[in-house]
C-alpha cells in the first residue's frame, strides 16, 4: 500500500514538473504602425477554446505571458485588428504591430430627440442633425466626456467589473463584443459603477460610457473568463 502510495506521488511530481518545465515565459512590446505604444492592449492565452490566462500592456506597451505548447495568444485593442500566435510564432522578446480596423457605422436613434440621430461606433461618436428639409450638416460633439478618468477592474474577470469615475454620470454602460455588436446596458445607479458579466460567454467585451444625450465614450476592455 506504501508502494502503491509512494510510486503515485513520483507519478503525479513528474507530470507536474514536466507541466512546468514545458511553459515558456513570452515577452514583448505592443505598438501601431506608427509606433506608437498601445497602452492597455488585452493579450489573452487559449489552449483550444478554453481561455488560460490574461494580461494587459503597460504604459511601454510591454507584456509578459507563460505559453505553453499548442497555446495561441490573441491580442486586441479597441479601434484595431486582432492578432492570434503561437507559441511557435513567438520569441522571448516579441515586437507585434496592430493594423487598424475599419468600423461600420451604426445607426442608434435617440428617441428623447425625434430631429437627432445618432451614428455611432466603437471609436468614436459622431452626430448628425437635420437643419432643414435639403441639406444637414455633420458635426463633432464635444462634451464634458472628454474629462472624465476611468479605473475598471478586475481585469480579467469571471463576474462583477467595478468602474471608478473622477465625476457623477448619469447615463448607462453599454457592452459590445468585438464584432461591434451591442450585447447589454448597465444603467448607472449607484458608484462605484458595478456590472455583471457572469452570464456572458468567455470572451473580450468594449465598455461604452452612453449618456443622456446619446453621447458615448469608450471605456476600454475587459477580459471576461469563467
Known amino acids: 500500500m506504501n508502494k502503491n502510495l509512494l510510486l503515485t506521488i513520483i507519478c503525479l511530481s513528474f507530470i507536474f514538473l514536466n507541466t512546468t518545465i514545458s511553459q515558456e515565459r513570452i515577452k514583448g512590446t505592443i505598438i501601431d504602425a506608427q509606433g506608437e ?3 492597455g492592449a488585452n493579450v489573452i492565452n487559449r489552449h483550444g477554446e478554453k481561455i488560460v490566462s490574461g494580461a494587459s500592456a503597460g504604459i511601454k506597451g510591454e507584456f509578459e505571458i507563460k505559453m505553453s505548447a499548442g497555446d495561441t495568444i490573441e491580442i486586441t485593442y479597441l479601434g484595431f485588428k486582432p492578432q492570434k500566435l503561437s507559441l511557435e510564432d513567438m520569441q522571448f522578446d516579441n515586437l507585434i504591430v496592430l493594423e487598424e480596423e475599419n468600423y461600420g457605422l451604426k445607426e442608434v436613434v435617440v428617441t428623447a430627440y425625434q430631429k437627432m440621430h445618432y451614428k455611432c461606433r466603437l471609436i468614436g461618436f459622431v452626430s448628425h442633425q437635420k437643419e432643414s428639409k435639403q441639406e444637414s450638416i455633420n458635426k463633432e460633439i464635444e462634451t464634458e466626456t472628454d474629462k472624465i478618468n ?21 447615463g448607462s454602460i453599454e457592452i459590445f463584443d468585438t464584432k461591434g455588436s451591442h450585447i447589454r446596458s ?22 461604452v460610457y452612453l449618456n443622456q444625450e446619446g453621447v458615448g465614450e469608450n471605456i476600454g476592455e475587459v477580459v471576461k473568463i469563467r
Do not use: A, K, R
Open 37 to 39: 505604444f498601445l497602452i
Open 150 to 170: 476611468y479605473n475598471y477592474y478586475p481585469n480579467p474577470t469571471s463576474g462583477t467589473v467595478n468602474i471608478e469615475v473622477n465625476m457623477e454620470l448619469t
Open 186 to 207: 448597465f444603467p448607472i445607479v449607484e458608484y462605484p459603477i458595478s456590472i455583471d458579466l457572469s452570464s456572458l460567454v468567455d470572451g473580450i467585451y468594449h465598455l
